[in-house]
Nanobody, 114 residues
Framework: VQLQACGGGLVSAGGSLRLTCALS????????MAWYRQAPGKQREMVAR???????VYDDSVEGRFIISRDTTKNTWYLEMNSLKPEDTAVYSC?????????WGQGTQVTVSS
């Protein structure tokens, strides 16, 4: 079972990015899935999570700017990030919530320039 995040990059403040997370090696994901991020020198934090019934919860820092979604038929999750700020710069990863069911895969770097 492997999680793979992609879609990061360098963007100017106010720009947008769409991240994709794919779960391979498992028939389907039955858990709440989440996007996490870790900025240099800081602990990993959850930014958004979504249940199997598509109920979404966001951290206050991204509420109204980020949208999490999932396609259960493809074992894929997305994070649409709008109005990006320099403080959103981090490595973004995906995992279950809580992050106890899968090993961490490689994250994707998001860099927002001011």
């Amino acid at each position: 079972v492997q999680l793979q995040a992609c879609g990061g990059g360098l963007v100017s403040a106010g720009g947008s990015l769409r991240l994709t997370c794919a779960l391979s090696g498992s028939q389907f994901a039955i858990y709440t899935m989440a996007w996490y991020r870790q900025a240099p020198g800081k602990q990993r934090e959850m930014v958004a999570r979504i249940t199997q019934r598509r109920t979404a919860v966001y951290d206050d820092s991204v509420e109204g700017r980020f949208i999490i979604s999932r396609d259960t038929t493809k074992n894929t999750w997305y994070l649409e990030m709008n109005s990006l700020k320099p403080e959103d710069t981090a490595v973004y990863s995906c995992n279950s919530f809580p992050a106890v069911y899968y090993d961490w895969g490689q994250g994707t770097q998001v860099t927002v320039s001011s």
